[in-house]
């Protein structure tokens, strides 16, 4: 198992910048696939973007791409989140997830199963 915590979030105005990182326990961080994914209240968790193991190829959302960027440290086993020009439909609770399930699409919750606790970025108009 996989234990995760977010860090990073604020409140920020709009077209301010903000970094995220995800601290993964454990010695296999490196052997995952990781995803971000954020939830806005009253709506799904949705996907923002995702890295594979050695941080070579990167996935992201339509809504964030261009101005997001995810990376990771596998010597830290930590994930970030790069977030600019944030504007505020960015505004949710983000987490990052391990994806444990590569039957399912990445860009899917079904393909993650342990989460973290979140972090919440609000951005301000």
């Known amino acids: 198992q996989v234990q995760l915590v977010e860090s990073g979030g604020g409140l920020v105005q709009t077209g301010g910048s903000l970094r995220l990182s995800c601290a993964a326990s454990g010695r296999t961080f490196s052997s995952y696939f990781m995803g971000w994914f954020r939830q806005a209240p009253g709506k799904a968790r949705e996907f923002v973007g995702a890295?594979?193991?050695?941080?070579?190829?990167?996935y992201y959302a339509d809504s964030v791409k261009g101005r997001f960027t995810i990376s990771r440290d596998n010597a830290k086993n930590t994930l970030y989140l790069q977030m600019n020009s944030l504007k505020p439909e960015d505004t949710a609770v983000y987490f990052c997830?391990?994806?444990?399930?590569?039957?399912?699409?990445?860009?899917?919750?079904?393909?993650?199963?342990?989460w973290g606790q979140g972090t919440q970025v609000t951005v301000s108009s």
């Open positions: 890295i594979t193991q050695n941080g070579g190829s990167t």
């Open positions: 997830a391990p994806r444990t399930n590569v039957y399912a699409p990445y860009y899917q919750t079904g393909a993650y199963r342990y």
